[in-house]
């Protein structure tokens, strides 16, 4: 099915150069000269990489696959093990095939698991997701939460930029596709 090059997002599989890959990640552009365009990071079944420039004008071929929720149960090593919400049955896939939102998984969340012929191709998480923050550096007198930023460290681990209001032990939204703070936790 052809779909506009802006309605692309991690996870989705397209078919390009008679290949099918897994988009990994996004990024809009729109410069002061010439047309808007999006630049994708693809993964080919195979392992391959490839970054690709997509006009926003230009047509895409989506590859739609068999999609089921997936409960994820829990992560042992390299892979991560998945149970089927219809069926019960469990699946194991590994780290890389999630990608780098496998630092987002949390006990019993439901995901998209999209198989082709039997074939697990990728995995999408919700959009955001609730964390707690760990660590962060104190509020510094006179910074303002719109013009500045500070480092903070997620309960997975993760260092993400945040608003100089927010501390330690505070409950922060977080986008799982490139895992950047979205607002606090209410």
């Known amino acids: 099915m052809k779909v506009n090059a802006n309605t692309i997002r991690p996870s989705n599989v397209i078919q390009h150069k008679n290949k099918l890959?897994?988009?990994?990640?996004?990024?809009?552009?729109?410069?002061?000269?010439?047309?808007?365009?999006?630049?994708?990071?693809?993964?080919g079944l195979d392992g391959t990489?490839?970054?690709?420039?997509?006009?926003?004008?230009?047509?895409?071929?989506?590859?739609?696959f068999d999609e089921a929720p997936h409960q994820f149960?829990?992560?042992?090593?390299?892979?991560?093990?998945?149970?089927?919400?219809?069926?019960?049955?469990?699946i194991m896939v590994s780290k890389e095939l999630v990608g780098a939102p496998v630092d987002f998984l949390q006990e019993s969340m439901i995901v998209k698991v999209c198989s082709h012929e039997g074939k697990v191709i990728s995995i999408e998480l919700p959009d955001t997701v609730i964390m707690t923050i760990i660590?962060?550096?104190?509020?510094?007198?006179?910074?303002?939460?719109?013009?500045?930023?500070?480092?903070?460290?997620?309960?997975?681990?993760?260092?993400?930029?945040?608003?100089?209001?927010?501390g330690t032990d505070t409950k922060v939204v977080v986008n799982t596709a490139d895992g950047s703070y979205v607002e606090k936790a209410k």
């Not at 991560?80 to 469990?90: A, K």
Request: a negative charge.
């Open 49 to 64: 990489k490839l970054n690709e420039r997509f006009r926003s004008s230009e047509d895409i071929e989506r590859v739609y």
């Open 73 to 90: 149960l829990f992560e042992d090593g390299t892979d991560c093990t998945f149970m089927d919400t219809n069926t019960y049955d469990q």
């Open 21 to 43: 890959w897994v988009v990994v990640k996004i990024q809009h552009t729109q410069p002061g000269k010439g047309g808007a365009y999006v630049q994708a990071e693809l993964k």
């Open 135 to 166: 660590e962060a550096d104190g509020v510094v007198k006179g910074q303002t939460a719109s013009s500045s930023y500070k480092p903070a460290i997620l309960e997975n681990g993760r260092r993400i930029m945040v608003p100089p209001h927010i």
